[in-house]
């Protein structure tokens, strides 16, 4: 069994990467941390909790951070939409977060699983960051980290050198990809190539006619608008799904290649975009070539 600890700042995609793993048998999963992002924390709070409901599971879900360490926080509503997960008219209000902050919990749980615990980071990394800040001898322990985040060579989705997650808190990804620790990073270059779902893709999920399957197509209500208003059609990409898949299953990296990754902490173009350097503590390694059939086998049958 493996052991599993998802932080995630819960947007449509993450939801979707969340069920996929709260479905999953073979998966322990620990806790269930949340990170201001996409959405206001207490927002990917509810929808964390609703997701764990909607799967039947009782995994614990704790409250993170509400801001990026240095910046203000900006969200991406006009994207997920109001609620984080497409404005379907889900019930995201009222459900309890487990007493006790998401940093201690990740310190925690790193001891508790001392090289046995793997970090699924599925939004910006403030969380990670601020518990690896107090209590750094928590790096070697952690036995890996999968990140959603940053790109190398770009375009990103919120500059043409930047993604979401890095480029809303640079501070913490730069502290996560320096802290020396072993960590594979699925980057918004590997998304754009290997997990885009055109209208032939959603078909396909959508006819596996299960509760999940429907669900993670429902929320994408509002990023497939907002594709259609902005580049005419509706494909959309689901990054933390792809992440997701890659951690239960590494064998989609076709290729990849270890670097010592510095992040953009400017307040420019350029901010929180990925620098891979060859020189220095190369811990982390960058998907240069995955399998999109793969990933998308393991994105349907952990739907089911
Ligand atoms: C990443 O940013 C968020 O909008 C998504 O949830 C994903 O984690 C993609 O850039
Ligand atoms: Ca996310």
């Given at each position: 069994m493996r052991n599993f600890l998802i932080d995630t700042d819960t947007g449509s995609d993450d939801a979707v990467a969340l069920a996929m793993a709260l479905n999953?048998?073979?998966?322990?999963?620990?806790a269930i941390t949340v990170v201001a992002g996409n959405i206001p924390v207490e927002q990917g709070l509810q929808n964390a909790l609703y997701t764990v409901d909607l799967c039947n599971k009782k995994t614990p879900v704790y409250l993170g951070e509400d801001k990026p360490l240095k910046r203000p926080l900006k969200t991406s509503e006009f994207f997920h939409g109001q609620d984080g997960l497409?404005?379907?008219?889900?019930?995201?209000?009222g459900r309890k977060a487990r007493d006790g902050n998401a940093i201690d919990i990740i310190i925690d749980k790193v001891y508790q699983f001392e090289n046995n615990l793997e970090i699924i980071a599925i939004g910006p990394l403030t969380n990670l960051a601020l518990a690896i800040k107090r209590d750094p001898k928590i790096i070697s322990k952690i036995k890996n980290c999968f990140i959603m985040g940053g790109t190398a060579f770009g375009p990103g989705n919120i500059t043409p050198f930047s993604e979401f997650n890095f480029w809303v808190d640079p501070e913490a990804a730069e502290i996560v990809l320096q802290s020396g620790m072993e960590i594979t990073l699925i980057d918004w270059d590997a998304t754009k190539k290997y997990a885009w779902f055109d209208s032939n893709t959603i078909k396909s999920i959508n006819n596996l006619n299960t509760p999940l399957s429907k669900f993670s197509m429902d929320i994408q209500n509002n990023p497939k608008k907002y594709k259609k208003k902005k580049y005419g059609n509706e494909m959309i990409e689901l990054a933390d799904p792809l992440a997701m898949a890659i951690a239960l299953d590494p064998s989609i990296i076709i290729k990849s290649k270890k670097y010592n990754v510095n992040i953009?902490?400017?307040?420019?173009?350029?901010?929180?975009e990925n620098i891979l350097n060859?020189?220095?503590?190369?811990n982390t390694t960058v998907i240069l070539k995955a399998s999109r059939k793969k990933f998308l086998d393991i994105f349907k049958k952990s739907l089911k």
């Amino acid at each position: 069994m493996r052991n599993f600890l998802i932080d995630t700042d819960t947007g449509s995609d993450d939801a979707v990467a969340l069920a996929m793993a709260l479905n999953n048998s073979n998966i322990n999963i620990e806790a269930i941390t949340v990170v201001a992002g996409n959405i206001p924390v207490e927002q990917g709070l509810q929808n964390a909790l609703y997701t764990v409901d909607l799967c039947n599971k009782k995994t614990p879900v704790y409250l993170g951070e509400d801001k990026p360490l240095k910046r203000p926080l900006k969200t991406s509503e006009f994207f997920h939409g109001q609620d984080g997960l497409g404005d379907i008219g889900l019930d995201l209000k009222g459900r309890k977060a487990r007493d006790g902050n998401a940093i201690d919990i990740i310190i925690d749980k790193v001891y508790q699983f001392e090289n046995n615990l793997e970090i699924i980071a599925i939004g910006p990394l403030t969380n990670l960051a601020l518990a690896i800040k107090r209590d750094p001898k928590i790096i070697s322990k952690i036995k890996n980290c999968f990140i959603m985040g940053g790109t190398a060579f770009g375009p990103g989705n919120i500059t043409p050198f930047s993604e979401f997650n890095f480029w809303v808190d640079p501070e913490a990804a730069e502290i996560v990809l320096q802290s020396g620790m072993e960590i594979t990073l699925i980057d918004w270059d590997a998304t754009k190539k290997y997990a885009w779902f055109d209208s032939n893709t959603i078909k396909s999920i959508n006819n596996l006619n299960t509760p999940l399957s429907k669900f993670s197509m429902d929320i994408q209500n509002n990023p497939k608008k907002y594709k259609k208003k902005k580049y005419g059609n509706e494909m959309i990409e689901l990054a933390d799904p792809l992440a997701m898949a890659i951690a239960l299953d590494p064998s989609i990296i076709i290729k990849s290649k270890k670097y010592n990754v510095n992040i953009d902490l400017s307040n420019k173009e350029r901010r929180g975009e990925n620098i891979l350097n060859e020189e220095g503590k190369k811990n982390t390694t960058v998907i240069l070539k995955a399998s999109r059939k793969k990933f998308l086998d393991i994105f349907k049958k952990s739907l089911k």
